[in-house]
């Protein structure tokens, strides 16, 4: 299991998102990851045309710090970085996450990636949601209100979990990709075949005497702000989908 991770949204440009991923699934997906990295995933915002966010997982912390200096510093990087990076605005909007427990990393046992180039029919999973609760800087309780309380109930409403992470409180030990080290985040991923049947679970939701009357304002009271949700389109290589 993977017990590092980054959860990485970048701006671009108008119009350069396509031009991105396709760059990115064509070279950057099997040259990390014979680096000792993992991708779980790449994808569109479906909320703004100008956002691309993915996953990457490492070992641990030494590992992270080895495999990107050796996949920044290396050929692959070297010949595409130009491009890369000319799409982007921003990229360091970065938060650096970890399982909240033993059994909450991503499982993609039995899972394949598409051959780039492959036209993919997204037919398996078309949505997936990260679901981001801001913490205040002593809420490390949250985590065991969530796997008791919150999840059970998710689980029994159609929406189980296909991760529940944490911040990784680790110093950031490759500074040349900043991470953000203000974020105390709780972050749970769920996967749906479409957009109405995300919308129906939240309908479910709020039916639920548990979640509206008991669960919704135990959680409330831990979060230093609102929650925010991204809501996101697998690429074709995306391993989540």
């Not at 991770?5 to 990851?33: A, K």
């Not at 548990?210 to 995306?238: F, G, I, M, N, V």
């Amino acid at each position: 299991m993977t017990e590092v991770l980054e959860l990485r949204q970048y701006t671009l440009h108008p119009g350069q998102r396509d031009v991105l991923i396709e760059l990115f699934d064509r070279e950057f997906v099997e040259s990390q990851e014979a680096l000792g990295m993992r991708l779980y995933g790449q994808f569109r915002d479906l909320d703004d045309p100008d956002r691309f966010v993915w996953f990457r997982g490492f070992p641990d912390m030494e590992t992270r710090a080895t495999a990107l200096a050796a996949f920044y510093g290396g050929p692959v990087w070297a010949e595409h970085k130009e491009v890369a990076n000319a799409t982007m605005v921003t990229f360091d909007d970065v938060l650096l996450l970890r399982p909240a427990a033993p059994d909450c990393g991503f499982d993609l046992a039995g899972r394949t990636r598409a051959p780039a180039g492959a036209d993919v029919e997204d037919a398996e999973v078309s949505l997936v949601t990260v679901t981001l609760y801001h913490l205040p800087p002593d809420g490390d309780d949250f985590a065991e209100f969530f796997l008791t309380e919150v999840r059970p109930l998710l689980v029994e409403t159609g929406a189980p979990p296909l991760a529940c992470l944490r911040t990784e409180t680790a110093e950031n030990n490759y500074p040349a990709l900043p991470v953000r080290a203000d974020a105390n985040v709780f972050a749970w991923v769920a996967a749906y075949p479409d957009q109405e049947a995300h919308l129906e679970h939240v309908r479910t939701l709020g039916r639920s005497a548990r979640w509206t009357h008991e669960l919704l304002p135990l959680l409330t009271k831990y979060l230093a702000r609102p929650p925010e949700q991204l809501h996101l389109a697998p690429t074709d290589r995306s391993l989540l989908r």
